[in-house]
């Protein structure tokens, strides 16, 4: 059996392994709220990072700690963000609003260097 992971949805997934090299990937639902995660999670003011999620496509707005990002832009494919640390941003969660209002939180705090 392999690890059980959370993915950026709030779901948890893993693996299992059968005879001969088989196995099943599974999913497990327990109601957990999606969530954004940084990479790295550090950067200075100026600096791009990617912000991975779900359904990001219509984001209208990203923050570190409060603080609007300069700016941002979503991939095609709407599973990640590229944002640019705000100057004058501090160490904290990063948040994403997205088209309908929903916003989502990082998992991890965001650590802004100097």
Do not use: C, H, R, W
């Amino acid at each position: 059996m392999g690890p059980i992971l959370q993915a950026t949805d709030g779901n948890l997934y893993g693996t299992t392994y059968g005879e001969g090299g088989g196995g099943v990937v599974y999913k497990l639902s327990l109601g957990l709220a999606p969530f954004v995660t940084p990479v790295p999670a550090f950067g200075s003011s100026g600096q791009q990072v990617s912000i991975l999620g779900n359904n990001l496509t219509g984001a209208t707005a990203v923050s570190f700690n409060g603080t609007p990002a300069a700016s941002f832009t979503v991939n095609s494919t709407g599973s990640a963000i590229t944002a640019t640390v705000p100057g004058g941003a501090t160490s904290g969660s990063i948040q994403v609003t997205l088209a309908n209002d929903t916003m989502l939180t990082s998992n991890v705090q965001f650590q802004v260097l100097q």
